[in-house]
């Protein structure tokens, strides 16, 4: 049970991006940070640009940055954006309902109340709240130079 | 984003089991009416049995039960027992801990909390209420019927 690593990437992205309000970063940068792949992390930074959590400026210091204080990029919207389908049984699929129970399964609905909660909690929470909550942000430079070049 | 096929066969299972409390089931039979693999539910019985789920009687006339009442079956005790981890994402997994916003991510804390909501809709219905919620349990021998033999 699981996000997947495309969301999990997005997320680090913004908090990177979060944690360096003064300047603008390059996507090698971030993938060397995290050690990820950089080819993974251009796809998630251009659906982050369309998406408008991320934007680009493009010539000499230019790069990428936040197109939202952290205050207002709300965790959920990040996870609803960046999550294809939340199926979270073959049910959910509208080209896999083969399963005998449906329709009115009460597991599928359970499922989805379920869903809806795990949601609710990342709907509350900003990307600003992830910040304040996290260690590495009360000495952020510090922590974040070993890689910065 | 969901939970795993093998999970999602072990509710099936008892949601069957549940359907039919007079009798006993076998695996095929299970198989056939869910159109799944016998193979992949031979080792969810086998787990649903180690967990206390379901009870197996031996010789002529015997098969599948469950070994509580549908009214003592948490879904959120099946799907904890079923699930072999929750790794919201990548960091969750010891063996995988290598992200550098590590260690006191508020991230982490984050999707683990929305974890925890998830699982406490699932702690709090049993598989008794999914069948009352359920439209085919309104007449479970008719819908059932079409593939029991």
């Not at 913004?14 to 970063?25: E, F, N």
């Not at 210091?61 to 207002?72: A, D, H, V």
């Not at 869903?115 to 910040?131: E, N, P, S």
């Amino acid at each position: 049970m699981q996000i997947t690593s495309y969301t999990d990437y997005a997320l680090r992205v913004l908090i990177y991006l979060a944690k360096i309000p003064k300047r603008q970063a390059t996507i090698t940068e971030i993938a060397d940070f995290y050690n990820i792949s950089r080819n993974h992390l251009v796809k998630v930074v251009h659906q982050l640009g369309g998406k408008g959590f991320v934007k680009t400026t493009r010539g000499k210091g230019g790069g990428l940055s936040l197109q939202r204080p952290p205050e207002m990029i709300h965790i959920g919207e990040v996870v609803r954006s960046m999550e294809t389908h939340f199926h979270w049984v073959e049910c959910f699929d509208p080209a896999q309902q083969q399963c005998r129970l449906l329709p009115g399964c009460g597991l599928k609905h359970l499922l989805a109340r379920a869903g809806d909660a795990y949601l609710q909690v990342l709907d509350a929470a900003t990307l600003a709240d992830l910040l304040s909550d996290t260690d590495t942000v009360e000495s952020p430079k510090k922590k974040m130079s070993d890689n910065l070049k």
